[in-house]
């Protein structure tokens, strides 16, 4: 499509991430949203109200069906991500699908196979590779100044933090998973890039359920509403090892409940310096001159979901490579659910 075009774009689910996708379309030039799905109709009209939007369904198949769009989100439980995002690509569409890519190796695969036979765009909603500091990163790895990256720590601990407990969030044939699936992928995938997206080969890992079926879980605050006497099958910390190709390893924990103090960071650790991301914070860490040298790069940050809506409407234009294609989302699934694997083992399992 010529660059002056108008790049038209359908949303499947009219839920907090589909209206937060939305905004953030409406704040990228040469993007319009022409429509809004969600089988529950009222969230859809609710949304098409709030954003102005012009066609409002209550079944996805008939927005894609009967109106003119270059991609869609797909912005609904995760169960649905794979079915959704296939029937867009089938029908001719370019897919932005929230994280996880699915549930299954299988449904991944079977979405990177869609997108391959359809020749559309497949790209996750991969929001963290957009945020400024990560280009920082990667940029001082691409030149060489980490030297070879050896190993990488990634904790993604909530104190209390599980988000609508009962409801899809925490039924694993909804969700796929606990933490690791949902704040859990955001710093792994984030840590894989940075590091250079070596190929993972192995992973050993423990997943524990302590505090969500607790009388009473005791908390401050809860994303989402909880729903009395529903579901809680998911794990509420994931710890693992993961191996690369390469000899790389990365420790990852995360946890929407635990008894420690919680927290967000990446560790990156080359044989010629090392950094630690934090809180949108970059220090590293290194030698110079024969001392010890420690810095903090500081530069510009900008919203990360608008970054990832232009880079979307980039690639779908052809003016941009992805980021993150479905290829790069499936070798994350691939992690995701050797963990859980491996813990179901109690054993290192090969990916």
């Not at 409406?26 to 859809?44: E, H, N, R, S, T």
């Not at 560790?267 to 001159?289: P, Q, S």
């Not at 989302?329 to 990916?351: C, F, H, P, T, W």
Request: with cysteine; charged share 20%; hydrophobic share 40%.
């Amino acid at each position: 499509m010529a660059k002056t075009d108008t790049v038209k774009i359908g949303v499947i689910g009219a839920g907090n991430i589909g209206k937060h996708h939305i905004g953030c379309y409406q704040k990228v030039p040469g993007v319009q949203v022409v429509a809004v799905a969600d089988p529950v109709l009222a969230a859809a009209e609710g949304a098409a109200k709030q954003f102005n939007i012009a066609n409002v369904f209550g079944c996805h198949k008939d927005m894609l069906e009967k109106v003119e769009m270059d991609g869609v989100s797909v912005c609904t439980p995760n169960a649905f991500h794979a079915p959704q995002a296939i029937d867009a690509l089938k029908a001719g569409k370019n897919v932005l699908c929230e994280k996880p890519m699915s549930t299954t190796v299988k449904e991944a695969e079977a979405m990177v196979k869609a997108a391959k036979e359809s020749k559309k765009l497949l790209m996750l909603g991969f929001v963290r590779l957009f945020d400024s500091g990560v280009e920082v990163v990667k940029k001082y790895l691409d030149d060489g100044q980490l030297g070879q990256v050896y190993h990488s720590v990634v904790f993604e601990v909530r104190r209390r933090g599980i988000p609508g407990l009962g409801g899809w969030f925490t039924t694993k044939k909804m969700s796929g998973g606990g933490p690791l699936i949902d704040i859990g992928v955001h710093a792994l995938y984030s840590t894989v890039y940075m590091m250079g997206s070596p190929k993972p080969v192995a992973v050993s890992a423990s997943c524990y359920q302590k505090f969500g079926n607790r009388k009473p879980y005791v908390y401050v605050g809860m994303w989402g509403s909880p729903v009395p006497g529903g579901t809680f099958d998911v794990e509420d910390y994931a710890s693992a090892l993961i191996r690369f190709e390469n000899g790389a390893t990365c420790s990852l924990e995360c946890a929407w409940a635990a008894n420690a103090g919680g927290g967000s960071f990446v560790h990156i650790l080359g044989d010629k310096a090392g950094l630690k991301w934090e809180g949108g914070n970059i220090t590293f860490y290194g030698e110079n001159e024969g001392y010890i040298t420690d810095f903090a790069p500081q530069y510009a940050k900008g919203d990360a979901f608008v970054a990832q809506m232009k880079h979307y409407a980039d690639c779908i234009r052809g003016e941009a490579a992805c980021r993150c294609p479905g290829e790069y989302g499936l070798m994350i699934q691939r992690i995701l659910n050797g963990v859980y694997d491996s813990s179901k083992a109690n054993r290192e399992v090969k990916l």
